[in-house]
């Protein structure tokens, strides 16, 4: 069974440019969350889908961010204008909807950085 | 609000010796605590979780935590630990209030081991 993947794992734009990143959960997972990490400090969440349905998005940072998971399988999240502290390794994990107990099981991130 | 400590940034260590990595947590409600492990270039693998029951949970790779309530402590320990089990090691809880759903990180501890 595939694990959760995330592209790119590299992207490096410059401030004010658009960058869209991706998360594949794995297959039936109906729990899609993402989480950031800006070096140094805590991995902070970001916001949790259940199907297409944003469930909690109280860590978005602001509306620069835009999350979005069409059809409830894969999920975008755009930054749009970059600024230079949106740099760090942005997760994905996924989980299934049956229990609070289930497992998030992560994706290798994608490591941005803004010049 | 919930919290998640993690005193140690890095702990080096000698290979076969045993370890000890620190974790306090501060919550006002219940909660789920979990431990993953990043090893380089990979994502976030859970190693043990605490949901109910016996204070002590076993995890994966022979790693084992102790949650104790009155110190509102999680700590991981391993006895004789390997030189592949260097890698980034984060403390974190799941709170009630978030239905059980949102991951609260600590800032990670980097475990080095030398032969």
């Known amino acids: 069974e595939a694990g959760v993947t995330q592209f790119p794992s590299h992207s490096v734009i410059e401030k004010g440019q658009t960058v869209t990143l991706r998360c594949d959960p794995i297959?039936?997972?109906?729990?899609l969350y993402w989480y950031r990490r800006v070096m140094g400090k805590e991995i902070k969440f970001l916001l949790h889908?259940?199907?297409?349905?944003?469930?909690?998005e109280s860590g978005m940072p602001n509306n620069r961010f835009l999350a979005e998971r069409t059809g409830g399988t894969y999920s975008t999240l755009k930054v749009q204008p970059a600024e230079l502290e949106d740099s760090g390794v942005y997760f994905c994990?996924?989980?299934?909807?049956?229990?609070?107990?289930?497992?998030?099981?992560f994706g290798p991130g994608t490591r941005l950085t803004v010049l | 609000a919930q919290s998640v400590t993690q005193l140690d940034s890095q702990v080096p260590v000698f290979e076969e010796a045993p370890v000890e990595l620190r974790c306090n947590y501060s919550?006002?409600?219940?909660?789920?605590l979990f431990w993953y492990v990043q090893y380089p270039n990979q994502g976030l693998q859970l190693l043990l979780k605490?949901?109910?029951?016996?204070?002590l949970v076993k995890g994966i790779n022979g790693f084992e935590a102790e949650f104790n309530k009155s110190q509102t402590s999680f700590h991981l320990r391993k006895p004789s630990v390997h030189i592949s089990d260097t890698a980034e090691y984060f403390c974190?809880?799941?709170?009630?209030?978030?239905?059980?759903?949102?991951?609260?990180f600590g800032t990670g501890t980097r475990l080095l081991v030398s032969p």
């Open positions: 994990a996924s989980s299934q909807l049956s229990a609070s107990t289930d497992t998030q099981y």
């Open positions: 297959s039936g997972h109906d729990n």
């Open positions: 889908f259940v199907k297409e349905s944003k469930q909690d």
């Open positions: 919550s006002s409600v219940s909660v789920y």
């Open positions: 605490y949901l109910s029951g016996s204070t």
């Open positions: 974190a809880v799941r709170p009630w209030d978030t239905g059980f759903q949102k991951l609260v």
